[in-house]
């Protein structure tokens, strides 16, 4: 058994890009395990916010609270590609990141509740602070990558200074200035990568970060379904609808599973497709996680458990499904990871899906027909891109 001694200082040097076999360390995983904390209690919280049929304020709250939890995870993953020194400042930096999620996450509840996102912010700045000394030290220890370095440092600050005193904005300026925060969020690492100034990520590293977290996700839909299959069998026993759910719902998980992991090598020529690639999976994320919430919905919904309507109940699986869907087709065919073969039969496997969510219960298939419909609905895509993948293969 070889022993492992961590160094106690390095100099942060940027990683080389072309490194081979650069694999997550056991601190990134740790990293992930902490975020989807936060996760869950964003996506519990949709489930209560849509059971209470209070749909518009849930989402709100819900796509409010994940942005902090997405983009907090999004910007460490790409630095630790180009400056994981693996030391002890740069763990306990990163531990520190890790308690600001979980008081992030502490602080959901008040936030979908009552509108109060002050614990909220708290965490996210603890989070952004710790970011921030790990861009300062790369820029003193790694002269080539300076400039870039402190644009990130200053551009994170001034973003971290308004999300705080957007704390003491009037209740009519916060939707206005949320968003305005945001786009200054996202502008910050176009900025601080301009003319050539870019970090040395490493790019198989960075598929493999997202794809990891994007089965931690879908482990939390899975354990959130269950959950809730087991209360409404313990309730009432093991309904037809309830059993439908639970079967469509796992379809819909392995059918998203295999739609991301197909395909080969991701590729990312351009700051802008990396930027492009990166953004786009707050929507991937985010969609899968409140797949966990809709089907917990359609469960309480079914057991006569919540206020929803059936229609509302099943576009809560739905739309997020489609969402995925569209967005995973547009990915591979954008990083050229040849997984997708024609959008056209991924989007006809989105609107299948919708038209499902909206209709399924009117039509009679009831809210478990229509969540098992949705699960064959995504399995018949699959099958039908790989099919035309293998029949393109034959014939070239």
Do not use: K
């Not at 996210?124 to 790990?134: F, G, K, L, P």
């Not at 802008?272 to 786009?280: K, N």
């Not at 057991?303 to 997020?320: G, W």
Request: hydrophobic content about 55%.
């Amino acid at each position: 058994m070889v022993e492992r001694t961590v160094p106690l200082l390095r100099t942060m040097r940027a990683r080389d890009p072309d490194e081979e076999h650069r694999a997550s360390t056991p601190l990134e995983l740790l990293f992930d395990l902490t975020f989807v904390v936060a996760v869950s209690q964003a996506a519990a919280q949709l489930h209560h916010a849509l059971a209470e049929d209070h749909v518009g304020s849930g989402l709100a709250g819900y796509a409010a609270v994940f942005f902090a939890i997405w983009w907090a995870w999004m910007n460490f993953t790409w630095f630790a590609s180009a400056y994981d020194t693996d030391d002890v400042p740069y763990r306990l930096v990163t531990l520190l990141q890790m308690a600001g999620v979980l008081v992030l996450a502490a602080g959901v509840p008040a936030a979908f509740q009552d509108g109060d996102f002050t614990v909220v912010v708290i965490g996210y700045v603890i989070m952004r602070s710790a970011m921030i000394a790990q861009w300062l030290r790369a820029a003193t220890q790694h002269p080539e990558g300076r400039r870039c370095a402190l644009r990130y440092a200053s551009g994170i600050a001034v973003a971290q200074l308004g999300w705080v005193a957007r704390l003491w904005a009037p209740d009519a300026w916060q939707a206005a200035t949320f968003v305005t925060l945001v786009l200054v969020e996202l502008a910050v690492p176009a900025w601080a990568e301009s003319r050539g100034n870019n970090t040395s990520w490493h790019p198989e590293h960075i598929a493999e970060r997202y794809g990891l977290f994007t089965i931690i996700v879908l482990g939390e839909v899975i354990l959130a379904s269950l959950a809730a299959v087991q209360s409404a069998v313990s309730d009432h026993g093991l309904s037809a609808a309830v059993l439908l759910i639970a079967i469509g719902g796992l379809l819909l998980v392995f059918g998203l599973w295999w739609m991301y992991f197909t395909g080969g090598e991701i590729g990312l020529p351009t700051l802008r497709s990396a930027l492009t690639w990166g953004y786009a999976h707050y929507g991937v994320f985010a969609s899968l996680a409140a797949l966990g919430a809709g089907l917990e919905a359609a469960v309480d919904a079914t057991e006569h458990h919540a206020h929803l309507p059936e229609r509302t109940a099943s576009l809560a699986v739905a739309v997020p499904v489609a969402i995925v869907l569209v967005l995973l087709g547009a990915l591979h065919r954008m990083t050229g990871t040849g997984g997708v073969e024609h959008t056209v039969v991924v989007a006809t496997g989105a609107l299948v899906v919708l038209a499902l969510g909206f209709a399924g219960p009117a039509l009679g298939l009831g809210l478990g027909g229509a969540v098992f419909g949705m699960g064959l609905a995504v399995a018949a895509t699959v099958a039908s891109d790989a099919a035309v993948l293998r029949r393109r293969a034959a014939t070239s």
